[in-house]
Nanobody
């Protein structure tokens, strides 16, 4: 079965950096687009980023543009999210998800556009 596992979260001061990782097994990793989402307490899950199968196409939400970078290493079946200039409002549980397509669809911002999800990794940014 498909397993998605995130890691790399933690506590960091505002202005700091973290790199999240996500591994996916049980599927042919390089066949699928991948996404990052986050969910803060009391809020809906929101998209952060999407990357196509090869890494040649990347999409970022407006709230993280210029600060976060998504990348992938298909040889290692691993997805990354480099987060710089972190702000307290970035505090959330971060989730990795696989898409059922090799590309980020026109609805890449929607939770329903992804099929397999990890359990999440907590990111806390202190002010």
């Amino acid at each position: 079965q498909v397993q998605v596992v995130e890691s790399g979260g933690g506590l960091v001061q505002a202005g700091g950096s973290l790199r999240l990782s996500c591994t996916a097994s049980g599927l042919t990793f390089y066949d699928y687009a991948m996404g990052w989402f986050r969910q803060a307490p009391g809020k809906e899950r929101e998209v952060v980023s999407c990357i196509n199968w090869s890494g040649s196409r990347k999409y970022l939400s407006d709230s993280v543009k210029g600060r976060f970078t998504i990348s992938r290493d298909n040889a290692k079946n691993t997805l990354y999210l480099q987060m710089n200039s972190l702000k307290p409002e970035d505090t959330a549980m971060y989730y990795c998800a696989t898409a059922p397509t090799s590309y980020c669809s026109s609805s890449w911002t929607y939770v329903g556009s992804y099929n397999y999800w990890g359990q999440g990794t907590q990111v806390t940014v202190s002010s």
